[in-house]
């Protein structure tokens, strides 16, 4: 099968686009520099600049993950304009594919999984937040809110749609844990404000067999929380790191520091919800990493 991915150079691409080859299938990579991406992937990837240069060889799925890094940049206005813009752009590009092939005659894709965040929920505090729960409305919730709905002008051409809400993605080499490792590691890490808010967290390979998962099954679609069945508190999350490194994590950054330093931003690390995979676990979709302390087992080991 041929899938064309948006983002297919990132964190979470580069996994895919590798789980993708080895099952047989063909990457069709966009990138904004194909050169650059091409080092990434393996051989097969047919990568090209724009979902429209892809009208030639018709992709039977699209997977969309481009955007620029919720963490890169302190959030100013401009910044702020990017993160929402950097991704409508992409999946409208995706909309505009399908259009092409509609107009001439050639097959459409059957399914998109198009990637959202568990910040669609914005902060909920302790309540466990299925795919049902009204976000609360802040900035991260009306970015992921608009993602999904340019996602899903795809289904006027009768793509079917898979939305993934993606906690934390865990693994090495990238991501936030390669940022929160180094302190970890040096044994001053520690909880960010109180820790008693939720940071839901996804092992990569899980993340990429659900993304597989949700393309195959053609009953599935709408909105899937992609998080570990087993969220934890920002705290506890701490706590296993460190345990897993042999460490202590007695040095807590307080919020108010987090604040200065990081501005709004800082509402990443010090708000979240208690994010259920409920939909994909009565889906039949198996965990291979359920819990955190076997997660980063696997990936620090
Ligand atoms: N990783 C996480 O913990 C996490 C959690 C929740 C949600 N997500 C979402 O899941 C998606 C995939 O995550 P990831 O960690 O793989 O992301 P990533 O490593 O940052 O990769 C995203 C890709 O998007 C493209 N991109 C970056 N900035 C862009 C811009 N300004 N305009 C257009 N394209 C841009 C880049 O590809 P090129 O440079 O090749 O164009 C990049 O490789 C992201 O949209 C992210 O927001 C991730």
Redesign the pocket.
């Known amino acids: 099968m041929r899938v064309l991915i ?2 297919g ?5 580069q996994r895919l686009c590798e789980r993708l080859v080895a099952e047989g299938h063909e990457p069709q990579v966009v ?3 194909p050169k ?2 091409r080092r990434h992937l393996p051989q097969e990837c047919d990568v090209r600049e724009s979902a429209q240069a892809f009208v030639d060889s018709p992709p039977e799925a699209l997977v969309n ?6 963490a890169a940049k302190r959030w100013n206005e401009a910044q702020k304009k ?1 993160l929402v813009e ?2 409508l ?2 999946t409208q590009q995706l909309v505009t594919l399908c259009e092409r092939l509609k107009e001439n005659g050639q097959p459409l894709p059957k399914a998109m999984v198009s ?1 959202s ?2 910040g669609y929920y914005g902060d909920q505090g302790d309540k466990k937040v299925t795919e049902e729960t009204p976000p609360n409305d802040e900035f991260v919730h009306r970015l992921c809110a608009q993602w999904e709905a340019a996602a899903k002008e795809v289904e006027e051409y009768g793509v079917r749609l898979a939305i993934v809400r ?4 865990l693994d090495a080499g ?3 844990l390669q940022k929160m490792l180094p302190p970890f590691k040096l044994g001053l890490g520690g909880r960010f404000g109180d820790g008693t808010q939720f940071m839901p967290w996804i092992h990569r390979d899980d993340l990429v067999e659900a993304i597989l998962f949700l393309l195959k099954d053609d009953s599935l679609s709408g909105p899937f929380n992609a998080s570990a069945p087993n969220p934890v508190t920002n705290a506890e999350f701490a706590q296993t790191l460190a345990k897993t490194l042999h460490r202590p994590a007695i040095f807590p950054a307080p919020a108010f520091v987090l604040k200065i330093a990081l501005g709004e931003m800082a509402r990443l690390l010090l708000t979240g919800a208690d994010m259920r995979p409920k939909r994909l676990e009565e889906a039949g979709f198996t965990f291979q990493y359920p819990t955190l302390d076997k997660a980063l087992d696997a990936i620090l080991r």
């Open positions: 948006t983002g150079s990132g964190f979470v691409g990138s904004r520099s650059q991406a993950l481009a955007g620029e890094s919720i990017e950097s991704r752009k992409v990637a965040a568990m993606i906690g934390l993605v990238g991501g936030t």
